[in-house]
């Protein structure tokens, strides 16, 4: 199939515009519908000259491809949304959600204290490295993925039954 003879201006030509339909029925913006139509029209002819294409039926072809880069950049967009600003003076909490916060916490800093040694120093390393895959830190701590898991389980259950049980 590489170098078979395609012309694929004149399928662009034709079809085009059925791309750029297909990803504004998604609600994507006329530009970054065109952008992301351009886009997958480029990958179709990449890969039909690397031979990868086994039948290119159009508009078809080209709509799914699109619309693959599309969930993409949606994906893409999801992940890097600025969180709302939701900053929280201070002064506007009352002073009674301010107390049973600082006793939450002293609550939890109580049971996280009664953990193993060992277990605090998962748990501590686990959120300290957010970044790390449970497999990642489990090898840099040399243990199981299993035994890491299961530490970060009985550890956060100790935390949730000492904030739930008004006796500690």
Not at 45 to 57: A, F, M, N, P, V
Not at 101 to 130: G, M
Request: with cysteine.
């Amino acid at each position: 199939m590489p170098g078979s003879p395609f012309d694929w201006n004149d399928a662009i030509v034709r079809h085009g515009r059925q791309v750029v339909v297909a990803l504004l029925a998604r609600r994507f913006p006329l530009d970054q519908a065109h952008d992301l139509a351009q886009e997958a029209w480029s990958r179709l002819i990449s890969q039909h000259r690397e031979g990868r294409l086994k039948r290119i039926e159009l508009p078809g072809l080209a709509v799914r491809q699109a619309l693959f880069l599309a969930s993409d950049e949606r994906r893409l967009q999801a992940r890097t949304a600025p969180l709302p600003n939701t900053v929280i003076a201070l002064e506007d909490i009352s002073m009674e959600i301010r107390l049973l916060s600082k006793e939450q916490l002293t609550r939890a800093k109580q049971a996280f204290d009664t953990c193993s040694t060992r277990s605090r120093e998962v748990f501590q390393f686990v959120y300290d490295n957010p970044a790390l895959k449970h497999g990642e830190a489990a090898a840099k701590l040399g243990i199981s993925v299993q035994r890491l898991r299961q530490t970060l389980c009985e550890v956060r259950s100790h935390l949730r039954k000492s904030l739930e049980d008004d006796t500690l």
